[in-house]
């Protein structure tokens, strides 16, 4: 099978032939069908992180496709069944976390496409319990993005607390922040997107945001503390300054959830601010695989809209590069059903990633 791998950091991947893997106990082996490209597969790709992953590995934690094989004990799903591989690819299942609903807090978890080859690949091995189930009538290349971005915003507003008569703001709109900002209107809160691209923000409006402000030409605290402030904001933005800007956007009592992952690991905030105003600061990390079931749900309702460009697995080395440019609307999904028809040579060609 064609996977595109990391060998080094900061280079470009390479498609590989690798052999296709076979299930172990409790596993599954998945035929994708769609493969999307989250911006921590850039970080993974750049070894951005403390802890990183052991080179060579094949990124990808958005891959949904069917079920071809079933290991020794599976029960969970069959042959045929379409699923989806997350990030969380597996928790121990007895921790004090995982016992109480914050599996993704498992001190024992493998992470797709990090510590366990991912998604960029033709097919994927994937523990069957940790797999999300993709109900019928949900795109595949929908469901892609769902499996982090989706998931992952959507946990971020249920932690912010956010109600019907709230502000929130949303810094960042892209794979992520797309689907936040759909995540806070369902749950009726009035939603100020915050990007410093106008075709970003564009798009924002159109998927319901109340207000956009773009922080390329106007301070986004002042812009939101006209507003009176935001009940709560969340920082998908890969900049430092944008928590920074969050943080400074919220009314007191407000709540800043950190979600973004930049390279550059540490903001300012001050503390007295803080104190006084008795702010939350909080992190929030993907979601549960109940989470993914209730995200699953309100698209198959028809509440959310992914926003994506479908791509060939033979563009990562270009792809990865038009994320880091702000060049993507939304996600972009690779299909990587017949990525064996793609010539192994034009990848190899591509220089080193930006
Ligand atoms: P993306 O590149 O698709 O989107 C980032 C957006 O931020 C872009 O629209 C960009 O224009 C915008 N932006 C950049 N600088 C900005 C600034 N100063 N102010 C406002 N907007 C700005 O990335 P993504 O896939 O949405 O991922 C975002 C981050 O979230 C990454 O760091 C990723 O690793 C992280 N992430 C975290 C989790 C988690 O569970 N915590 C899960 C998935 C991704
Ligand atoms: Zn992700
Ligand atoms: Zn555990």
Redesign the pocket.
């Known amino acids: 099978m064609k996977a595109a791998v990391v060998r080094q950091f900061k280079q470009a991947l390479v498609i590989e032939d690798r052999p296709i893997p076979t299930p172990g106990p409790g596993e599954v082996v998945v035929r994708l069908e769609a493969s999307g490209l989250?911006?921590?597969d850039i970080?993974a790709a750049h070894g951005d992180w403390p802890v990183k992953p052991t080179l060579p590995f094949v990124p990808g934690h958005e891959g949904v496709g069917l079920v071809t094989a079933i290991g020794a004990g599976v029960t969970r799903v069959s042959e045929g069944d379409r699923v989806a591989l997350p990030w969380l690819g597996y928790a121990c299942g007895t921790c004090e976390y995982c016992v109480s609903g914050w599996e993704t807090l498992c001190l024992q978890q493998q992470n797709t496409g990090y510590s366990i080859d991912g998604c960029y690949a033709e097919y994927a091995k994937a523990s069957a319990s940790y797999v999300g189930i993709v109900p019928p009538g949900v795109d595949p290349f929908d469901a892609a993005p769902l499996s982090?971005?989706g998931v992952?915003t959507y946990k971020a507003v249920k932690v912010s607390g956010a109600r019907s008569s709230d502000l929130v703001a949303i810094?960042?709109?892209?794979?992520?922040?797309h689907l936040a900002l759909q995540y806070a209107k369902i749950a009726g809160a009035t939603v100020v997107a915050?990007?410093?691209?106008a075709d970003?923000l564009a798009m924002a409006k159109r998927l319901g945001a109340d207000y956009t402000v773009n922080?390329a030409e106007e301070d986004p605290v002042l812009a939101i503390q006209r507003l009176g402030g935001a009940h709560a904001a969340i920082a998908?933005?890969?900049?430092p300054?944008?928590f920074e800007q969050a943080f400074g956007s919220l009314r007191r009592k407000g709540t800043l959830v950190f979600?973004?992952?930049?390279a550059d690991n540490a903001v300012s905030l001050p503390i007295f601010e803080t104190v006084l105003q008795g702010i939350t600061v909080v992190g929030?990390?993907?979601g549960t695989r109940k989470d993914l079931n209730e995200v699953f749900e309100l698209h198959a309702r028809g509440r959310t809209t992914v926003i994506r460009e479908t791509r060939q697995l033979s563009t990562v080395n270009e792809s990865i590069d038009d994320?880091l440019r702000?060049r993507?609307s939304g996600r972009i999904v690779f299909d990587v059903r017949d990525s064996s028809a793609q010539p192994v040579r034009q990848l190899q060609e591509v220089g080193a990633l930006a």
């Open positions: 989250c911006h921590t970080h982090c971005a992952t810094f960042g709109i892209g794979g992520l922040g915050v990007d410093i691209s970003k922080a998908l933005a890969v900049a300054q944008a979600v973004a992952l930049p929030s990390i993907v994320v702000g993507v």
